[in-house]
């Protein structure tokens, strides 16, 4: 384990917990979030959050947040027993396979490239101001001009690490995608996409030519995770031939 995370075990369940600099940056104050939450009782729930707490308390944290599976009542109980906020809902959804993708009209693909360093403000900008979902975004604790930064530096971080494309139509930057392909080659986690308001009619194009993208690097599934309150996107990955995994609740606590 390195300095900033922690794994926490007690008999009948566990929790990874990390710090993430990244939000802090964009938020200003120490962050961290339990990445795992895995209980049998309510009882090792409230446990394992109070030393989470704990661990939080000694890395100067100030909100600590997590997701938890919705099917599980005991996470849930031990999160409301311990004072957290359940602040948003978020599905998982995935697809095997590319048969049955939409047909695109040529004049409406959008090309994917590599991200220039031209492209990278108006990429920013369009999280920062189309993106309207998230874990920060609908919390209602946090200042949308916050949230939206934090959206924004994620796109920065994702250009950085190479994880990010350019989606570009008519010669104009009309959105991106960003996706990580497991080392195996064999499963895509699609990470963000997005198509700028202005070309909102692009978005059903962009979504189908990455995943043609994948299909044609012999990628055989892919999933992603969605906010549940952006039917929009939910609708979009219907029509794509998702299928719907699992929900999860967000929650967080200032401490």
């Known amino acids: 384990m390195s300095a900033g995370t922690i794994s926490l075990e007690l008999p009948g369940g566990s929790a990874d917990v ?3 600099p990244w939000d802090e940056r964009a938020l200003g ?7 795992r939450l895995q209980v049998d009782t309510t009882e090792t729930a409230v446990e394992l959050l109070e030393q ?13 947040f997590g997701r938890f599976d919705a099917a599980c009542g005991p996470a849930k109980a031990g999160v409301l027993a311990t004072g957290y ?4 809902c978020s599905l998982t959804l995935a697809r095997n396979g590319f048969d049955g993708l939409p047909a695109v009209p040529e004049r409406m693909r959008p090309q994917l490239r590599d991200v220039a360093a031209d492209d990278i403000e108006e990429l920013k900008r369009i999280a920062r101001e ?4 998230g874990r920060f975004l609908e919390d209602p604790a946090i200042g949308r001009d916050l949230a939206a930064a934090r959206t924004a530096n994620w796109v920065g971080d994702l250009v950085q690490q190479g ?6 139509s008519g010669g104009r930057v009309v959105g991106f995608h960003a996706e990580r392909v497991a080392a ?3 499963h895509a986690d699609l990470i963000l996409t997005g198509a700028t308001a202005r070309y909102a009619v692009l978005a059903l194009p962009l979504w189908t030519v990455a995943l043609e993208s994948l299909r044609d690097r012999g990628v055989a599934s892919c ?12 609708n979009l990955y219907a029509k794509l031939g998702f299928r719907y995994e699992s929900t999860l609740f967000g929650f967080r606590k200032f401490i």
């Open 163 to 168: 994880l990010m494309r350019t989606a570009e």
């Open 52 to 64: 989470a707490e704990q661990w939080c308390a000694g890395q100067d944290v100030r909100y600590l």
């Open 18 to 20: 990390r710090l993430t």
């Open 130 to 133: 189309d993106f309207h979902h």
């Open 184 to 186: 195996d080659g064999r």
């Open 223 to 234: 999933s992603t995770l969605v906010s549940a309150a952006n039917t929009g996107i939910v």
């Open 29 to 35: 104050m120490r962050t961290a979030e339990i990445v």
């Open 85 to 88: 906020a359940i602040v948003e």
